[in-house]
């Protein structure tokens, strides 16, 4: 039997239509039901794995601090080695000052020694060192010079959604690239 208009404009369906109906809504909130479950279960997941992630970084705080103190208690001079980097960091000269030597610290990151300077790249809490940064260094020479074998990198600091980043550039040709 259809479904059928009455002269008063309504609309009437029969007990089969409207068990059929009712039974379609349901499986449809079922469907529903287990695509939330689903969705809960990946953000507990999601959060689980961040709290984790979390413990960690607080637990490679914990030990890095453990070794400032140890430092400091020895009255030796505390510098900041990056756990990533070797005994032997690289004395890179300042690619935007070319005057002092850039060096990692637990606050700033990577920084010159020249305090006129601008360079500053707030690195360290992505694992990258001054290891990093020296063999990219040479990475963009290298590429420079294939294309550019007379052009002079210059380099600079750019600030692009609050991100510091270190960028070269030659104006005797069209390279102007991210180094980090």
């Given at each position: 039997?259809e479904?059928?208009?009455?002269?008063?404009?309504?609309?009437?369906?029969?007990?089969?239509?409207?068990?059929?109906?009712?039974?379609?809504?349901?499986?449809?909130?079922?469907?529903?039901?287990?695509?939330?479950?689903e969705?809960?279960?990946?953000?507990?997941r999601?959060?689980?794995?961040?709290?984790?992630?979390?413990?960690?970084?607080?637990?490679?705080?914990?030990?890095?601090?453990?070794?400032?103190?140890?430092?400091?208690?020895?009255?030796?001079?505390?510098?900041?080695?990056?756990?990533?980097a070797?005994?032997?960091?690289?004395?890179?000269?300042?690619?935007?000052?070319?005057?002092?030597?850039?060096?990692?610290?637990?606050?700033?990151?990577?920084?010159?020694?020249?305090?006129?300077?601008?360079?500053?790249?707030?690195?360290?809490?992505?694992?990258?060192?001054?290891?990093?940064?020296?063999?990219?260094?040479?990475?963009?020479?290298?590429?420079?010079s294939?294309?550019?074998?007379?052009?002079?990198?210059?380099?600079?600091?750019?600030?692009?959604?609050?991100v510091?980043?270190?960028?070269?550039?030659?104006?005797?040709?069209?390279?102007?690239?991210?180094?980090?």
């Amino acid at each position: 039997e259809e479904a059928k208009h009455n002269m008063d404009g309504e609309y009437k369906i029969s007990q089969e239509e409207f068990a059929d109906l009712l039974n379609d809504v349901t499986e449809e909130l079922q469907r529903e039901d287990e695509l939330l479950e689903e969705e809960m279960w990946e953000m507990e997941r999601a959060e689980a794995m961040e709290r984790e992630r979390l413990l960690h970084q607080i637990d490679d705080f914990d030990s890095w601090e453990e070794l400032h103190q140890q430092q400091q208690q020895q009255q030796q001079p505390s510098t900041y080695i990056s756990p990533l980097a070797n005994l032997n960091s690289p004395l890179v000269t300042c690619p935007i000052c070319n005057s002092c030597y850039l060096m990692e610290t637990p606050h700033d990151g990577i920084k010159c020694t020249n305090n006129n300077c601008t360079f500053q790249l707030d690195i360290a809490h992505e694992g990258l060192t001054l290891n990093h940064l020296q063999n990219q260094l040479a990475a963009i020479y290298e590429d420079h010079s294939r294309i550019c074998p007379s052009g002079i990198l210059k380099f600079r600091m750019e600030k692009r959604a609050g991100v510091s980043m270190l960028m070269a550039k030659s104006d005797a040709c069209s390279f102007d690239v991210v180094v980090l």
